[in-house]
């Protein structure tokens, strides 16, 4: 909202004059805030209009003046937050492979960092938005294409070469986000604040420019080198211990029960992915099933339990997947980063929903919990070692670098699911993932 710009109550409920005053204002910004407040603890799902008016110390009827839904007023926020991301966007200096242009980016991406922690709840509950059913994710959708459009035209000029610009910005953009959103939540393991700038400004240098020189890095970035591969321990799971596997259900079940449970639990992927987990209800999936909802849940007493067992098989082939990333990334004994990342994709695809619910609520449901970390655990383990083998001329810190891979994999394969002129999907992220986290930092150009 520009100064002086005049703001309409909504129609309706008798209200004498369509035009808020100064008082009307003050209110408006009033609830923002107390959803503002309520969403530091509470997720968007849980936080009720009746909530909100109570703790603003108004009445129901009288914030629907102000606002038509809670949906509304988070877009308020978020609007808020999108023109200071647009404003900063403004101030991306050229970008190149010599000092002045590394140091344009690493300063942009540690404002960058300041604005996200200036506005973490909304970021927070703005990733938690993040499904196709979502009634906010149009509008959050549409924000991030400008954006992205904004970034891709300044990476257009600065010459880049080797990604098509508007999957360079689509990159560049989607990472920083989720890796800040990682680092949020304790999905990251901790630095501290320049630490992690440096990792993050460092790796999406090397994926616009692999060609830069490790001495450009060296001139910019503070951060000390890690030599030795070390465990990853990551804050959200402190004290919590891997939970021993579910019940084997399927063993209740002859050959017909089980598989009409597979048959369940293949819908269930497919619908949790096309309309949110929380937007799904049990019977969105009946109603592809030739089942009555007594015979459901002879199989699955509750959809947390359709959820719960999608999660077990998403980690045990994650799992799998990555025990030969080491082997990919080396090419050896006939396998190849392309092939894994295709592999990879495919997964990613078929357990999106599961993703979704998984990151976006993990820190709520002891379960869940469980296999993130069990997840999370296996691809620190598997990426650090690769990762740690690299003769970097320049310095960072191996952990950040591992979260940032984790960023990178866990956003790219949706964002480039429209294949553009670089190539397929599992094509782009082999290339941006050897720039950002395999480059050696030498002064000839890296190959991808």
């Known amino acids: 909202m520009t100064s002086g710009e005049e703001i309409r109550r909504r129609d309706g409920y008798g209200a004498t004059s369509l035009i808020v005053g100064e008082r009307g204002t003050r209110t408006r910004r009033r609830i923002a805030d107390v959803l503002l407040r309520l969403l530091a603890s509470q997720s968007f ?29 988070f877009l308020e926020l978020l609007e808020e937050c999108g023109r200071a991301i647009s404003r900063l966007a403004e101030r991306l200096g050229p970008l190149s492979p010599t000092q002045i242009g590394f140091d344009n980016l ?87 604040p320049s630490t992690r700038v440096d990792a993050l400004a460092t790796c999406m240098q090397f994926m616009l ?70 937007e799904t209800s049990i019977d969105d999936v009946l109603s592809q099933l030739d089942l009555t909802r007594g015979a459901f849940y002879k199989y699955f007493p509750t959809k947390d339990d359709l959820l719960y067992e999608l999660a077990e098989e998403c980690a045990d082939g994650f799992g799998t997947l990555f025990s030969t990333f080491s082997l990919a990334v080396d090419g050896r004994e006939g396998h190849g980063l392309v092939l894994w990342m295709h592999e990879f994709v495919e997964l990613h695809q078929r357990y999106l929903g599961v993703m979704r619910a998984w990151f976006h609520g993990a820190w709520q449901d002891a379960h ?13 383990s598997n990426a650090i070692q690769p990762v740690a083998a690299v003769d970097r001329r320049y310095p960072v810190s191996l952990p950040a670098v591992v979260s940032v891979l984790f960023a990178m994999l866990e956003q790219l394969p949706e964002i480039l699911a429209t294949p553009t002129a670089g190539g397929d999907t599992a094509s782009i992220m082999t290339i941006a993932i050897r720039r950002a986290i395999f480059s050696s930092g030498s002064p000839a150009p890296a190959t991808s």
Request: charged share 25%.
């Open 45 to 73: 799902h849980d936080v009720s209009v009746d909530a909100i008016a109570k703790a603003a110390g108004i009445s129901r009827p009288t914030l629907y003046q102000y606002f038509e839904s809670k949906e509304q007023i």
């Open 106 to 192: 690493h300063w942009w991406l540690g404002e960058w960092a300041d604005l996200y922690d200036r506005y973490r709840t909304v970021h927070l509950q703005w990733a938690g938005m993040d499904s196709p059913a979502h009634p906010v994710r149009p509008a959050i959708a549409e924000f991030m294409t400008r954006y992205q459009s904004r970034v891709a035209k300044r990476i257009e000029r600065s010459g880049a070469e080797g990604l098509d610009p508007e999957d360079a910005a689509a990159i560049l953009v989607n990472t920083v986000h989720r890796y800040h959103y990682f680092r949020a939540l304790g999905f990251a393991p901790p630095d501290d």
């Open 209 to 278: 420019f692999p060609g830069t020189a490790g001495e450009v890095i060296r001139a910019v970035t503070d951060s000390e080198t890690g030599t030795e591969p070390k465990p990853i321990e990551y804050p959200l799971f402190a004290g919590v211990s891997v939970a021993a596997r579910r019940e084997d259900r399927p063993a209740r079940f002859g050959p017909r029960g089980q598989l009409t449970r597979r048959r369940i639990l293949d819908i269930a992927a497919t619908t949790f992915r096309e309309n949110g987990f929380h």
């Open 368 to 380: 869940l919990t469980a296999t993130a970390q069990r997840l999370t655990d296996v691809v620190a």
